[in-house]
């Protein structure tokens, strides 16, 4: 009974490579993730994945100083408990309460990064709509030939000037003309 199963085990393994399905383009490494790839709770969930454990081993070292501090401070325990050495080690039920407290904790932290990524980006995202709204729509109007624009503070431009005048010459081709314009320049000093 083990050798036939030993032997469709080989079988297998050498047939089912054959059917594998191949891929049509010549490149085999895969595509990086674009960011509208996923939903933006998707990228929420997981900081807040990372967040949490990534925090657990510092904080479970800290709630096991804290814990051990407290321990020795109340009088329960004669010597402060290290929690990095294996002498004075933590009953099993000490343990059991460092680790429900450390997870908790990190929960929290993640918990609370992610209250304050929700809260920062609807901040963002309610100036923004505020901004909209208060934007007026410029409009668009044509510059007649030798009207100057005025800039705010220039008072120069206010005084009436005269327009260019302008002069059109064929240069013996119908289709091109060259225009050519006289412009009176001043100087003006600050």
């Known amino acids: 009974m083990k050798k036939a ?49 990534g925090s657990l081993p510092f904080v479970t070292i ?22 990095l050495t294996i002498a004075d080690s933590f009953s099993s ?10 997870v908790g ?21 309610y100036s923004l709509m505020k901004k909209q709204k208060n934007v007026s729509h410029p409009s668009v109007s044509p510059i007649a030939p030798g009207e100057l624009i005025p800039y705010p503070g220039d008072e120069s431009l206010n005084e009436e000037k005269e327009s260019p005048e302008f002069t059109e010459t064929n240069s013996g081709n119908d289709d091109v003309f060259e225009i050519e314009a006289e412009y009176e320049t001043e100087v003006v000093e600050e």
Do not use: C, M
Request: a negative charge.
């Open 62 to 83: 800290g709630v096991s100083l804290l814990y051990s501090t407290y321990l020795f401070y109340t009088g329960e325990e004669s010597s402060f408990l290290n929690p």
């Open 105 to 125: 904790v990190s929960a929290v932290l993640g918990l609370v990064d992610l209250g304050i990524t929700v809260l920062r980006r609807s901040s963002i995202n």
């Open 5 to 53: 199963f030993l032997i469709s085990a080989l079988v297998f393994s050498l047939v089912l490579p054959v059917f594998a399905a191949t891929t049509t383009s010549s490149s085999t490494t895969p595509e990086e993730y674009q960011p509208h790839e996923f939903p933006q709770w998707a990228h929420d969930l997981r900081r807040t994945e990372i967040i949490a454990f």
């Open 93 to 102: 039920d000490q343990q059991i309460n460092i680790l429900k407290i450390s």
